[in-house]
Every structure is written in C-alpha cells, then in structure tokens.
C-alpha cells in the first residue's frame, strides 16, 4: 500500500499549461504502476494516462499530444503536464497506484488513489 497526495491544481485560462504532481509514500513506489484519472460531478472516473514500473506509457485519446505522464522513482513522484488545456479538462485530477496491473485503463484496476487536485480552465 501507498498514500498519494496530490498537488498542482489551480486555475489556468484555454491554452496554458499545469504540471500536476503525486508524491507515494513507501520504499516500493518502483514496483507500481501509476496512473491519472479526471472526474467531473456526475460522470465516471476517466482514465488519462498511465506510466509503467518499467516507463512505458499509455494514454486516453482524448488528452494524447496534450498530456504527458512521467515519473521519478528517486523522488517517488508521477507527474502529468498538461497543455494547450481547454474549459472541458475541468475536473478533479487523481493520481493512482497499482501494484498488479501493469498498465491499468480502468478504476478497479488501482489500489490507492490521492485525494485529488481541482483544475479548472477557464478564462
């Protein structure tokens, strides 16, 4: 198990750029994957993107060549810049782990999840 906490959030106006960050607890934040996921009120959890223990990457259509997803295992941190950001990417952002799902697209695919961070995008 590892306990998240996310950060970077804020407001941006239509086409600028926010770094989101996820600091893991634990010795074993290498042995993860890590994903980030978006909510907004009423609708289902969306899957963004998520960064292997290995580093392979994958990422939801919607936000490819926008949002870019990295990590660093010596800082026990997953990061998501995000850029050219529209009023539709407000939301709450989530980071997630998973220890048994190499690169998880779905919710139930993580175990632990930050308390999220609020982006709104509005000018």
């Known amino acids: 198990q590892v306990t998240l906490v996310d950060s970077g959030g804020g407001l941006v106006q239509p086409g600028g750029s926010l770094r989101l960050s996820c600091e893991a607890s634990g010795r074993t934040f290498g042995r993860y994957a890590m994903g980030w996921f978006r909510q907004v009120p009423g609708k289902e959890r969306e899957f963004l993107a998520v960064i292997s223990r290995s580093g392979i990457i994958t990422s939801a259509d919607s936000v490819k060549g926008r949002f870019t997803i990295s990590r660093d295992n010596t800082k026990n941190t997953v990061s998501l810049q995000m850029n050219g950001l529209k009023p539709e990417d407000t939301a709450a952002y989530y980071c997630?782990?998973?220890?048994?799902?190499?690169?998880?697209?779905?919710?139930?695919?993580?175990?632990?999840w930050g308390q999220g961070t609020q982006v709104t995008v509005s000018s």
């Open positions: 997630a782990a998973t220890f048994f799902v190499r690169a998880g697209r779905r919710v139930d695919d993580y175990e632990d």
